[in-house]
């Protein structure tokens, strides 16, 4: 559903606009694929769930017998296990919830390097997506919804709707995905009182969310930028604080794809 909100898929003309160019320190920009409307489609592979959250928050607040386990797991070559281990003992315990604030406190850089994408007129249409599309993608719906301005109530309703698309998977997320994993059953739903729960742990820790993505390392004028483009201008209009460009031929049909 954030997906049908966000994604425009009805550009068919854009001018080339001199914006800062996207950073690939956080993401792997794959090769440029041609989309159906004839132009270039630049996909995107973004680890959000990067080192500093494996390292700082799971790794480092395992209790030490979890840690001895997971050692001697994968010393016995058993991976999998030490994966569910990990899952039951250190991931479960904080719920739904606390994983989505521990996502945003501590994958700060890989949220801001998703949203530098956004942040570029000709990358629109972008199409996001995750392996269920609740979870990585909802949080950075949210993001963009609240750069907009959206209302916490409509940003929470959104989200839960992912949870009753995802009705028809539902027994393979529980089977082969979470469970997998060592994690349970909660962790298939996309209640709304979780995310309303994220915005105010981000407010109570940055004072808003456009305080939350500035600690992340993004200016005001690439939030600026974000906001319209989202808005659909991106056809062919200067964002705010830069200068139109129009070298001749160089009108094209791009967009994205951004794959977490």
Not at 86 to 102: N, Q
Not at 166 to 177: A, H, S, T
Not at 193 to 216: C, E, K, T
Request: glycine content about 6%; overall charge positive; proline content about 7%.
């Amino acid at each position: 559903p954030s997906l049908t909100r966000l994604a425009q898929h009805h550009a068919h003309q854009r001018n080339q606009l001199s914006v800062p160019s996207v950073p690939s320190v956080d993401t792997t920009r794959k090769p440029r694929v041609v989309n159906r409307f004839g132009g270039a489609r630049t996909r995107f592979r973004c680890n959000v769930i990067g080192e500093n959250y494996r390292k700082k928050c799971v790794w480092a607040h395992a209790p030490l017998s979890t840690k001895i386990k997971v050692v001697l797991r994968f010393a016995t070559f058993n991976k999998a296990e030490a994966i569910r281990t990990i899952g039951r003992e250190v991931l479960a315990p904080r719920g739904l919830a606390g994983s989505y604030e521990d996502y945003v406190d501590y994958c700060k850089q890989e949220f801001a390097a998703v949203l530098r994408i956004f942040a570029d007129p000709c990358a629109y249409p972008i199409l996001f997506h995750c392996q269920h599309g609740k979870d990585r993608t909802g949080i950075v719906a949210m993001l963009l919804l609240a750069i907009l301005g959206v209302d916490d109530s409509i940003i929470a309703e959104d989200y839960a709707l992912s949870e009753k698309c995802l009705v028809p998977v539902r027994r393979r997320m529980e089977l082969l995905d979470m469970g997998a994993v060592g994690l349970p059953p909660a962790f298939c739903e996309s209640p709304a009182p979780v995310m309303l729960n994220l915005l105010r742990h981000i407010r109570a820790n940055y004072g808003s969310v456009h305080g939350y993505l500035r600690s992340a390392g993004l200016s005001d004028q690439e939030l600026a930028t974000i906001a319209w483009c989202l808005r659909g201008n991106f056809c062919g209009i200067a964002p705010p604080h830069t200068r139109l460009s129009q070298p001749p031929g160089l009108a094209s049909n791009s967009s994205a794809h951004v794959n977490f």
